[in-house]
């Protein structure tokens, strides 16, 4: 089946909650925070979010180390806080995607403290563990010594995220810890994963973004168990939620979209793409990138392979552009204002569906040398607070060269004042939109000057040599 319709018009918006906004004062973004600013999303033209995990966790990797994937972590707020965001999402037309993190756990989730224990249990299989504490884990990240149980767990990424049993494409007949996909253990970890699942789709998530969507099966050559684990998650989609997608950080559109993903990212690993054409010069990969002022980049070379993947895909799924993430350098990292305008305007106009990183809209800039803060390490500086107070409490309405009025917006909480102003000595006229919803302005002081709200568009009219300070009420 095609892709969902509404895919095509997406734009994705991600939202990095501890660091988008904090509605109670203890320093963490939160739930209510993404709320409160669903009409600032929807301003900016976003129709999706896609939210970072938000589920009960130590945070030892910002959220990626789940400890229970059926409850919010209370940091964030409630279970209720989350469908009350999906639902308050949907009256504006926009769709939330959780992000689902199916290749490992926390070391603190029920299943893997289960699992360590000496005795056999229902969770036992869940993980992979080697026979022996001895034993090598064969070209695999193990830690050792952990539990009371007689053997070492693979890991998925850092040492605290011990890896999911979906078992070995090939098993190594020298380790019969290696299980084959259609084993017990790893049959029990897919009906779990699709049981998370239907239950957020269940109460409202539009979809979900993919973790490591390729490292589920262990030594898999040519990624084909891998391909029929996502082929049969998408036969549920097909069959039961229709209206749902998957997105896969996975970076190779031509497997992903053949393994069932509605959309891939090309990303800055797996496809020479996205470093080419985006990673600015001095960066840890050294790239010099095509969208730099200094114009010694290539464009050619990544975009004939984006075409290879384009032509081999678009007639089933969609390539994702996305202007950074929580992972890679922030699009400001190296570029100027004008610089970042010029990419985000290819983000925005190659086929696919885009997706903004928080931030990258207003030019957030990227702090570097940052101590390390939630696993972040060398990511931390781009995952810094929103810049709500000091970024967005001035904002141009109204501003063209050699042209009169000015018009714009000031914000302090929910308070909304748009000033207006006409320093010429003749009458003038100016369309503009304010973020946020239709509404009306209440004149707070000044004389010369009438502004009204049609639809989503204002006009002012000024006479010559006045203003007009006007609360905005929605």
Known sequence: MKAPAWLSTAVFYQVYPQSFYDTNGDGIGDLPGVIEKLDYIRWLGCNAIWLNPCFVSPFLDAGYDVADYYHVAPRYGTDADLLRLFAAARARGIRVFLDLVPGHTSVAHPWFKASCRHQRNRYSDYYIWTSDIWDDARGLRAV???????????????????????????????????????????????????????HWLDHGAAGFRVDMADSLVKNDPGLRETNKLWQDMRAMLDRDYPDAALVSEWSYPINAIRAGFHMDFVAQFNV????????????????????????????????DEYLRHYRATKARGYICFQSANHDMARMSAGRTPREIEVAMAFILTMPGVPFIYYGDEIGLRMPHGLASKEGGYQRTGTRTPMQWSAAGNFVPLFLRPHTYPLIFLRRTGRTRIVVALNPANRPVRASFTVPGAPGSAELLLGRGVSIACRNTTWTAHLQGVSYGIFAVRH
């Open 144 to 198: 050792n010594g952990y539990a009371e149980r007689r053997g070492n767990f693979v890991t998925n990424f850092f040492w605290c995220q011990p890896a999911l049993n979906y078992g070995f494409g090939t098993p190594d007949p020298a380790a019969p810890w290696q299980q084959p996909t259609g084993a017990p253990g790893p049959r029990a970890v897919r009906a779990e994963i699709k049981k998370i699942m239907r």
């Open 272 to 303: 020479p793409i996205f470093n080419p054409l985006f990673r600015a010069p001095g960066d840890a990969w050294g790239t010099r990138a095509y969208f730099n002022a200094r114009g010694e980049g290539d464009a050619a070379a990544p975009l």
